[in-house]
């Protein structure tokens, strides 16, 4: 049974930084495309951050600079390090894979952004 599970959102001042972590069961992990998505109320999903298969990592412009996607194939886990926060950036944030048999989702970990 394949499971995405993420953590560590919260609440943080403008400015703040917070790690998210990404733990996947159920697959073999190494060599998958995976992503990090958010989605602002009212809003659509949309991309963060993407690691291919090979390592190559895209980010969207919106977090250039501030947001650090890494891996680690020995833990099973996938981290999104985000620094210099703005309110901009609350969102619920998902963790996706793709595999061969389909996209899988995780529940999702609530990103606030306020003073």
């Known amino acids: 049974q394949v499971q995405l599970v993420e953590s560590g959102g919260g609440l943080v001042q403008p400015g703040g930084s917070l790690r998210l972590s990404c733990a996947a069961s159920?697959?073999?992990?190494?060599?998958?495309?995976m992503a990090w998505y958010r989605q602002a109320p009212g809003k659509q999903r949309k991309l963060v951050a993407a690691?291919?298969?090979?390592?190559?990592?895209n980010y969207a412009d919106s977090v250039k600079g501030r947001f650090t996607l890494s891996r680690d194939n020995s833990k099973n886990t996938m981290a999104l390090q985000m620094n210099s926060l703005k309110p901009e950036d609350t969102a619920v944030y998902y963790c996706?894979?793709?595999?061969?048999?389909?996209?899988?989702w995780g529940q999702g970990t609530q990103v606030t952004v306020s003073s």
């Open positions: 996706r894979a793709n595999l061969v048999v389909g996209i899988y």
């Open positions: 159920g697959i073999i992990f190494s060599g998958l495309a």
């Open positions: 690691i291919t298969g090979d390592g190559g990592i």
